[in-house]
């Protein structure tokens, strides 16, 4: 896809968000879903041009996965735990890993345009459009959570303290790329609750979703 049509595709669907008045409840999850499903493509794809030339000590230096600033929310680990979840729970998962990647998403978006690495300029292309999708879907969910008309907004609190990638560029590079490898589990897990709501929504069978 060229950037111009990823363009076009992030301003249309931001567009539908804008024009809610009288849409229903199953189109905004199906909208909010096609986003959520933009967000992990975009990810995944940031993920192979990084891998496209990242030095082999970063694999060492690399954190584990247990170190991402949001593994500390408790959430469903698959598909069948998400469908015993209530709705406006599962609405405010999403929300809470979404409002939890603003800040770090806008340090990668400072970062991109000087990393050390060859392929930096399509890298900060796609992270701002990650940035773009991420305010976008973050107003739709705003729209989905008022049409379910939820007494409760218990969003929970997930804050990314660092201002800095680090000092050196390899740490700069490798820091990158555990940020983003955070953002691509979580923005999974969100697509994911956002396709179970819409399953529901939409009265499906649990084994249909």
Same mark, same amino acid.
């Given at each position: $896809?060229?950037?111009?049509?990823?363009?076009?595709? /992030?301003?249309?669907? $931001?567009?539908?968000?804008? +024009?809610?008045?009288?849409?229903? =409840?199953?189109?905004?999850? *199906?909208? /909010?879903?096609? &986003?959520?499903? #933009?967000?992990?493509?975009?990810?995944?794809?940031?993920?192979?041009? =990084?891998?496209?030339?990242?030095?082999?000590?970063?694999?060492?230096?690399?954190?584990?996965?247990? $170190?991402?600033?949001?593994?500390?929310?408790?959430?469903?680990?698959? #598909?069948?735990?998400? =469908?015993?979840?209530?709705?406006?729970?599962?609405?405010?998962?999403?929300? +809470?890993?979404?409002? /939890?990647?603003?800040?770090?998403?806008?340090? @990668?978006?400072?970062? /991109?345009? !000087? @990393?050390?690495?060859?392929?930096?300029?399509?890298?900060? +292309?796609?992270?701002? *459009? =990650?940035?773009?999708?991420?305010? +976008?879907?973050?107003?739709?969910?705003?729209?989905?959570?008022? #049409?379910?008309?939820?007494?409760?907004?218990? &969003?929970?609190?997930?804050?990314?303290?660092?201002? !800095?990638?680090?000092?050196?560029?390899?740490?700069?590079?490798?820091?990158?790329?555990? &940020? @983003?490898?955070?953002?691509?589990?979580?923005?999974?897990?969100?697509?994911?609750? &956002?396709?179970? @709501?819409?399953?529901?929504?939409? #009265?499906?069978?649990?084994? $249909?979703?």
């Amino acid at each position: $896809m060229t950037q111009g049509s990823r363009l076009y595709f /992030a301003v249309t669907l $931001m567009c539908a968000f804008v +024009s809610i008045h009288g849409v229903g =409840l199953n189109d905004l999850l *199906e909208r /909010a879903s096609q &986003l959520s499903d #933009k967000l992990h493509s975009i990810s995944t794809s940031l993920t192979n041009d =990084l891998d496209s030339h990242f030095p082999p000590v970063g694999r060492v230096m690399m954190p584990r996965p247990s $170190m991402c600033h949001t593994s500390s929310l408790q959430i469903p680990n698959d #598909k069948d735990q998400a =469908l015993k979840v209530p709705e406006d729970e599962l609405l405010s998962l999403a929300r +809470s890993l979404l409002l /939890a990647w603003s800040d770090p998403l806008a340090l @990668l978006s400072a970062e /991109a345009s !000087s @990393l050390a690495h060859p392929e930096r300029n399509t890298i900060n +292309s796609k992270t701002k *459009e =990650l940035q773009d999708n991420i305010d +976008s879907l973050g107003a739709g969910l705003e729209h989905v959570f008022n #049409k379910m008309g939820s007494s409760s907004d218990n &969003l929970s609190s997930l804050p990314f303290s660092s201002n !800095s990638l680090g000092q050196d560029k390899t740490s700069r590079l490798v820091n990158f790329h555990f &940020l @983003l490898s955070c953002f691509r589990r979580d923005s999974h897990k969100i697509d994911s609750f &956002l396709k179970v @709501l819409r399953c529901r929504a939409a #009265k499906k069978r649990p084994e $249909m979703c």
